[in-house]
């Protein structure tokens, strides 16, 4: 009986020491870079033994994350000095209190996809954070480039288990595992949000994101319009996303193609769009941070890729289907990309019925 209380004391205890212990990504990537590498956080969180993990980066692009996502907390990346340990190793300096020490100071594992290739950054960083106390720094680079192969979730998590020799195994890539889990708060709301753009949730609603961060990995506008036209004919509310710089790249004439194809929303917050991709039974986008998210909340989604990879980048989601447009049909208007990418989409929905 009195082993048994012990052996009890000594798990409450490592339970307790374990709770204490915390890792923090560092990223200055956006939507879809921050998206994949959730699973490498998750790693972190299992095989380092860490009470939390934590992200600093871009609050617009990660500040919805905690309770729905194995990641615990975020910070600004703009609320720490992170462009002093860009110096030069011999003008670098802290001093006891500095604010680098604090804020770095309460993290055991840090990896920094920040200063990737700068060994001032690295070394400066190193030393940071072992004034303070002793932790493991590691610093990976964002691309896809240097050994390893498969998908990108997987070369960071491949890229820090080399780094910290941890003789973990990587967990195989699961295609199906959700990276979020959106709230029930979150689907009563996504449904509002349709219903003020016009929009019955209780019947099938298609998202279409035709943006991406860059012109050259979006297929062609028409496209996209043909294919709201097609699902619409089927039954299907369609509702457009268009973000800055959708508004920005596409002029007027554009604008007035889109309106005449479906809905559509403009302005909203990351999070509304989250909250709304919760509740489509279809998406269709570029390959673009949006689609990674649509991708990552579970709603059925046919990616077109044009020239990124689409191997090494492909979105994380339990219903993701690729579609891989020759470089011909995927910058001008094809009636032919538009029947496949509809084919795709019966695949995972019921609109063709």
Not at 42 to 65: A, P, V
Not at 70 to 77: A, E, H, L, T
Not at 174 to 191: C, E, F, S, V
Not at 279 to 303: E, F, M
Request: proline share 4%.
């Amino acid at each position: 009986m009195v082993r048994n209380i012990f052996e009890l004391v000594r798990q409450k205890e490592a339970q307790f020491r374990q709770s204490l212990r915390r890792g923090v990504i560092i990223t200055p990537g956006a939507v879809g870079d921050c998206l994949l590498m959730l699973p490498l956080a998750r790693f972190m969180k299992d095989s380092c033994r860490l009470g939390g993990i934590e992200f600093i980066g871009h609050t617009e692009y990660i500040d919805f994350y905690p309770g729905r996502t194995c990641v615990d907390g975020v910070r600004s990346i703009d609320s720490v000095d992170f462009h002093r340990l860009f110096a030069g190793v011999q003008d670098f300096a802290v001093e006891d209190g500095d604010s680098l020490i604090t804020a770095l100071g309460r993290y055991e594992w840090i990896t920094s996809f920040l200063g990737a290739g700068d060994s001032n950054f690295e070394h400066n960083l190193i030393y940071t954070v072992n004034c303070h106390r002793a932790a493991e720094v590691t610093v990976l680079p964002l691309e896809a480039k240097g050994g390893f192969g498969g998908h990108i979730s997987e070369i960071y998590i491949s890229r820090f288990n080399a780094a910290n020799t941890l003789w973990v195994a990587p967990p195989r890539f699961d295609a199906g595992a959700g990276l979020i889990q959106p709230t029930q708060t979150d689907i009563h709301a996504g449904q509002m949000l349709l219903h003020s753009q016009g929009i019955d949730p209780a019947e099938q609603v298609a998202v279409i994101h035709p943006g991406s961060g860059g012109s050259e990995k979006c297929w062609h506008l028409d496209n996209f319009c043909k294919s709201a036209e097609t699902l619409a004919a089927k039954d299907m509310q369609v509702l457009f996303l268009l973000g800055p710089a959708e508004l920005e790249r596409f002029d007027g004439k554009a604008i007035q193609r889109i309106e005449g194809s479906g809905k559509c929303a403009s302005d909203l917050g990351l999070l509304e769009v989250m909250q709304i991709l919760s509740c489509a039974d279809l998406y269709i986008g570029n390959d673009s941070g949006i689609t990674h998210l649509a991708a990552g909340v579970g709603a059925p989604t046919v990616a077109v890729f044009g020239p990124t990879d689409a191997k090494t980048y492909r979105p994380i989601g339990p219903q993701v289907t690729l579609f891989s447009a020759e470089a011909e049909s995927f910058t001008r208007p094809c009636t032919e990309s538009v029947r496949q990418v509809f084919d795709a989409a019966c695949q995972i929905t019921r609109a063709g019925q």
